[in-house]
């Protein structure tokens, strides 16, 4: 019983660290899409760049921005900026 929660546990904790980032700056897009073929999608496309999208744990996710076939940048994804209006003079 004992063993097998260990088992568990492990595999667990396995599953969860391949999740994570270990792709450096410069990893080819071909190869990160090999090796993530179940866990991205395609967030856009466009003539510029490529960015996916990689669901983690928790409900969070990461971005991966390829720019000529190369990783140039990883990040969680932009904050909406907070908008704020302000009544001057009775217009807005």
């Not at 792709?23 to 999608?41: D, R, V």
Request: charged share 20%.
């Amino acid at each position: 019983m004992r063993k097998s929660i260990i088992v568990l546990f492990v595999s667990v904790f396995a599953f969860g660290c391949s999740l994570q980032n270990n792709y450096p700056l410069g990893t080819s897009e071909a190869e990160f899409t090999k090796k993530n073929k179940m866990f991205i999608e395609v967030a856009e496309k466009s003539s510029q760049r490529t960015v996916y999208k990689k669901t983690l744990p928790g409900n969070s996710y990461l971005y991966y921005y390829f720019v000529n076939e190369k990783l140039v940048r990883i990040d969680e994804g932009q904050l909406q900026p907070n908008v704020v209006i302000e009544r001057v003079n009775g217009t807005y």
